[in-house]
């Protein structure tokens, strides 16, 4: 089983709208017939826009305005690191972690990213050296 695409989700509904048997579409796609009931049930309830791909994860927390521009004029002004901002927000009464105010400075330029601190590769391809 693997993911179906918008493209052949709409198919599917479309070969269900034409009355084509479920089983038949499944058989075709590869997928249970459950997977056809639950599309054709977001389908129902959102028509098209119910098929389109979402995106997975969790969402990104939206700072205010006001705390982003107070974290890069304190940038700018001092110099000051993400964990020395968290503080001085900290004893303002923002509560704001080091990492969201490191994120701000990254978007900005203001930083480089930190090369260490982002994931590694799970799989790396080995080739032999050619002869």
Same mark, same amino acid.
């Given at each position: 089983?693997? %993911?179906? +695409?918008?493209? @052949?989700?709409? !198919?599917i509904? +479309? #070969?269900i709208l034409k009355g084509v048997p479920r089983v038949k579409i $499944?058989?075709?796609? =590869?997928? &249970?017939?459950?997977t056809i009931r639950s599309i054709m049930q977001s389908y129902k309830?959102? =028509? !098209?826009?119910?098929? %389109?791909? *979402? @995106?997975? =994860?969790? &969402?990104?927390?939206?700072? +205010? #305005?006001n705390?982003?521009?107070?974290i890069l004029d304190l940038r700018k002004r001092y110099?000051?690191?993400?964990?020395?901002i968290e503080q001085i927000l900290k004893q303002k009464g923002f509560a704001? $972690? *080091?990492? #969201?105010?490191?994120?701000i400075l990254v978007r900005n330029g203001m930083v480089t990213p930190n090369v260490k601190k982002q994931k590694s590769r799970k799989w790396v391809r080995y080739e032999l050296p050619n002869p």
């Open positions: 089983m693997y %993911k179906l +695409n918008f493209k @052949k989700r709409t !198919w509904v +479309n #070969q $499944s058989l075709a796609q =590869g997928v &249970s017939d459950r309830e959102f =028509g !098209w826009n119910g098929l %389109k791909d *979402h @995106k997975t =994860g969790r &969402s990104e927390t939206i700072l +205010n #305005q705390a982003v521009i107070l110099q000051y690191g993400a964990c020395h704001i $972690s *080091h990492r #969201q105010i490191e994120k």
